[in-house]
Nanobody, 127 residues
Framework: VQLQASGGGLVQAGGSRRLSCAAS????????MAWFRQAPGKEREFVAA????????YYADAVKARSTISRDNAKNMVYRQMNSLKPEDTAVYYC?????????????????????WGQGTEVTVSS
């Protein structure tokens, strides 16, 4: 299984960015996908997730109003649209995958269920 994140870069505060994650080596439609991020000097934290079936989505409170996660099963891709970016959104963003995904919605917010991780793509938001 390989997860390849892309779309990072330098963006001004208030701007938008779309991150992409290409998955290979798995039956994508059977995997729930998520984005996490790690800011400099901080622990990695959950950002958003989309369930493998039903399209349920989960968001961290810090990004909920400014972020949309989506998936394209035909292309084996997961996306995250980020709007109204803030300097505190500066981080390395990782995509992650878990087979089918946990039954409890609350478990999507933790790292524990995720079996595979991408290499990360860095987003820097300038003020």
């Amino acid at each position: 299984v390989q997860l390849q994140a892309s779309g990072g870069g330098l963006v001004q505060a208030g701007g938008s960015r779309r991150l992409s994650c290409a998955a290979s080596g798995l039956t994508f439609r059977s995997w729930s996908m998520a984005w996490f991020r790690q800011a400099p000097g901080k622990e990695r934290e959950f950002v958003a997730a989309v369930r493998w079936i039903g399209g349920n989505t989960y968001y961290a409170d810090a990004v909920k109003a400014r972020s949309t996660i989506s998936r394209d099963n035909a292309k084996n891709m997961v996306y995250r649209q980020m709007n109204s970016l803030k300097p505190e959104d500066t981080a390395v963003y990782y995509c992650a995958a878990t087979y089918r995904g946990p039954i409890s919605g609350s478990d999507y917010y933790t790292e524990r269920p995720y079996n595979y991780w991408g290499q990360g793509t860095e987003v820097t938001v300038s003020s």
